[in-house]
């Protein structure tokens, strides 16, 4: 029977807690220098640390696919990422201009079928594939890839020469002829 006296479950199983936790900062408190004040002292440092670096780095955000890569999960085609990026330069928006301008040439290599459309694939991988199959622009890739890399994750900000750069290297890459590989110039001949 129930007694008023007799402490319910619930308290029994929260009073071996608070017994836990009271033990485990006691533990804690021994084994830090200082005792109990260095146990202050080391906690108030790891909260100033935790703080500077979310000050520093801004609040977590999530994105919708991995963080490195390339696309977004929308599919577009290479002159739908060109008419894109142009729109983004008309209005000044150079970081969004030169994204969508790689983004363009990215596309466009595998719709000519120099890179296999693979999901994930970032920015400095699809440049060092595509740069295989082109040598005379692998630098240029390269370029475009780093400015692509800057603007998105590393905090820089582009402007109209960037995007510029990155739109002749498209147009370029549109004209280039692939060195075919041993295997292929072999069969054709």
Known sequence: MYHENDPSL???????????????F???SGAAPGGPLGLLVVVLVVIGLAAALWWRLGTPRRSPGSADSLFDDSPRSASEHRAAAEAHATAGLWNQA????????????EERALLDPRPGRTAD???????????????????????????????RTADRSAYRRVRD???????????????AQGAAE
């Open 10 to 24: 619930l308290q029994r199983a929260l009073n071996r807690f608070w017994d836990w936790v009271g033990n485990l």
């Open 26 to 28: 006691d533990a804690a």
């Open 98 to 109: 030169v994204q969508e301008r790689m983004r363009a040439i990215v596309r466009s290599l």
């Open 125 to 155: 991988e699809a440049a060092a594939e595509a740069g295989r199959s082109l040598p005379d622009q692998a630098d240029g890739l390269r370029a475009a890839a780093r400015e692509f890399d800057d603007v998105t994750y590393g905090g």
């Open 169 to 183: 290297l498209d147009l370029e890459l549109e004209r280039a002829k692939p060195l075919l590989s041993a295997a």
